[in-house]
């Protein structure tokens, strides 16, 4: 099925006459057994893209930046699931002088989820002249606004208790070789 896709899109197939004829055959076939390749011979017949999401078009699945399903419109959230979720996606930003990630090095000082959504990320550097100024606090935000459920995400960039390695995790700390 999928060669035969590939073979519509690239104009490999059969003549017209030919194609219509396997077509009519499979497409009850086709229908049963993969919909969604069903629906993309549709939309290469029509030549037709499909439009940007919808909040009707959004599927309840997850994606490779979001741990968690995504919210379906109109349910509430679980701000502490979100939280989460959050800090999760946070554990994959990398401090690009130190080996570990930002979480465990204790940049991020503190996650708050409200119920509609709103989230505020309070973040650090390890000095305000910190090379990676520049990069981190986008990569935060980014990371952030993509976790299922969160709306908008405010970042507050503060050296207000400035960072000291007391504020790494043990994990961080061992893998350093402080402990």
Do not use: H
Not at 9 to 36: C, F, G, L, M
Not at 53 to 70: H, K, L, N, W
């Amino acid at each position: 099925m999928l060669q035969r896709l590939l073979n519509r899109i690239y104009n490999r197939d059969k003549s017209e006459e030919e194609s219509s004829t396997t077509e009519a055959k499979e497409s009850a076939q086709t229908e049963e057994k993969a919909p969604v390749e069903s629906e993309a011979l549709k939309l290469i017949d029509k030549k037709e893209q499909p439009g940007p999401a919808t909040p009707e078009t959004i599927t309840t699945e997850g994606t490779e930046d979001s741990p968690e399903p995504v919210v379906a419109e109109g349910e509430p959230i679980d701000p502490e699931a979100i939280r989460e979720n959050i800090i999760e996606v946070l554990q994959t930003v990398y401090d690009p002088e130190i080996p570990l990630n930002i979480y465990e090095i204790g940049l991020i000082y503190d996650v708050k989820v409200e119920p509609s959504g709103m989230t505020e990320v309070i973040m650090t550097l390890t000095s305000p002249a910190c090379p990676a100024a520049g990069i981190l606090p986008g990569e935060v935000e980014s990371k952030t606004r993509s976790v299922a459920g969160v709306m908008d995400v405010k970042l507050d960039l503060t050296f207000d208790p400035p960072w000291t390695p007391d504020k790494m995790s043990e994990a961080a700390k061992l893998e350093l070789g402080l402990l």
